[in-house]
């Protein structure tokens, strides 16, 4: 592949190269394996080398933000769990090993777990845990963010456990991580900027005998809104000592999105991993969408230079449950 001048991969902005997605998932310490169960995002526009699966998505009334580019397709395989069982993802940037750093030090955000029964409605995720800055000292000395200085430096695990007495049944959990980094601003006022989402979707089926619904939740997209104080936030007022600008600064971070369901574990369990099972790379998008998927993606890859597609892929969710079939392999 021929490369791009020195001075002009310079001039890629920041967010080439820093993004995240679900590589894997441990039931109770134990990895299912890479890949399985995972709803790989799609590569969603802009720029790219070879096809990443993790560029942001902004438009929070887009229907990306429910479960990534192409979240509407199912992943071939599903994870079995039951009631109380301790999920661990596992995020990564470029590689599924200790030295990959997960998503780029400057995207400080919160990350948020939802579940919802498969397929997904309007009201239908439920918030099982969430964290956002933590830490802080007395404003406007610097705090800790939760991608950054939890799920980045802990090889990528965010953890999350199956609610007592669940009801069987096929769901969806939506894990995601927002970087504010360019979120001081609202995506409306400025479309080069604006808060980046990154949400993931694993297809589980709970089993056991439990008798607990969950309740009325919320939607995706809907959830969130452009301009409410969780999604545009200027995060540096908690980074650095902002003395001169102190005013500006908000004192707090709310978390977007619904208070964490009262039938949620009220803390999860960091279960120490079991041994990786699995490739620990992954294939280029542009080699799984056009072969096997759809070939109607837009793409340009700013190395070579190539258009692969020139429209744009739209979910269609179905209101009844999509039975997961092989042959849609994303990596
Ligand atoms: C966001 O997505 C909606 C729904 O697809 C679309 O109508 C709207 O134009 C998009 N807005 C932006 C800023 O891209
Ligand atoms: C999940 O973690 C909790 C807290 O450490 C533990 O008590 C529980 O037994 C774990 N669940 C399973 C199924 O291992
Ligand atoms: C991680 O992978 C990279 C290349 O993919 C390799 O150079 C590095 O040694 C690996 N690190 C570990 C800790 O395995």
């Not at 990534?68 to 009631?83: H, L, R, W, Y």
């Not at 919160?110 to 029964?117: A, C, D, E, K, T």
């Not at 964290?131 to 090889?155: M, V």
């Not at 900027?193 to 008798?211: L, S, T, W």
Request: hydrophobic share 30%; proline share 9%.
């Amino acid at each position: 592949m021929p490369s791009l001048p020195v001075l002009l991969l310079g001039l890629l902005p920041a967010s080439v190269c820093a993004h995240s997605f679900i590589w894997s998932v441990y039931v109770n310490g134990e990895d299912q394996g890479s890949f399985k169960g995972i709803r790989v995002p799609a590569y969603n526009g802009g720029f790219g080398k070879g096809g990443y699966n993790n560029s942001p998505v902004k438009n929070l009334t887009h229907i990306d933000m429910r479960c990534n580019v192409m979240g509407d397709i199912p992943a071939p395989d599903t994870i079995k769990v039951s009631p109380g069982d301790n999920l661990t993802f596992e995020w990564h940037h470029n590689k599924r090993n200790n030295s990959d750093d997960v998503i780029d030090k400057s995207h400080r955000g919160p990350s948020l777990v939802y579940i919802s029964p498969d397929p997904p409605t309007d009201d239908s995720f439920v918030k099982l845990w969430h964290e956002g800055l933590y830490e802080t000292s007395e404003f406007p000395l610097p705090g800790k963010w939760s991608t950054t200085d939890n799920i980045a430096k802990n090889t990528g695990n965010m953890n999350v456990r199956i609610p007592a007495g669940l009801k069987a049944g096929y769901y969806l959990i939506r894990a995601e991580m927002i970087a504010l980094h360019e979120g001081e601003v609202s995506l409306l006022d400025n479309p080069i900027r604006g808060a980046q989402f990154y949400p993931n979707c694993v297809q589980i089926e709970v089993v056991g005998d439990g008798d607990v619904e969950l309740p009325k939740g919320v939607g995706f997209p809907g959830a969130y809104q452009f301009g409410e104080p969780g999604i545009v936030h200027n995060v540096y007022c908690s980074t650095q000592s902002w003395a001169s600008t102190a005013t500006e600064c908000p004192r707090t971070y709310p978390i977007p999105g619904p208070t964490v369901w009262s039938g949620a574990w009220p803390e999860t369990t960091s279960v120490s991993r079991g041994p990786r099972v699995g490739h620990l790379g992954h294939a280029p998008w542009s080699t799984w969408i056009v072969s096997s998927v759809v070939t109607s993606v837009a793409y340009t890859d700013q190395e070579d230079m190539t258009t692969l597609g020139t429209s744009t892929y739209e979910a269609t969710w179905s209101s009844t449950y999509q039975t997961p079939a092989p042959g849609t392999k994303r990596w």
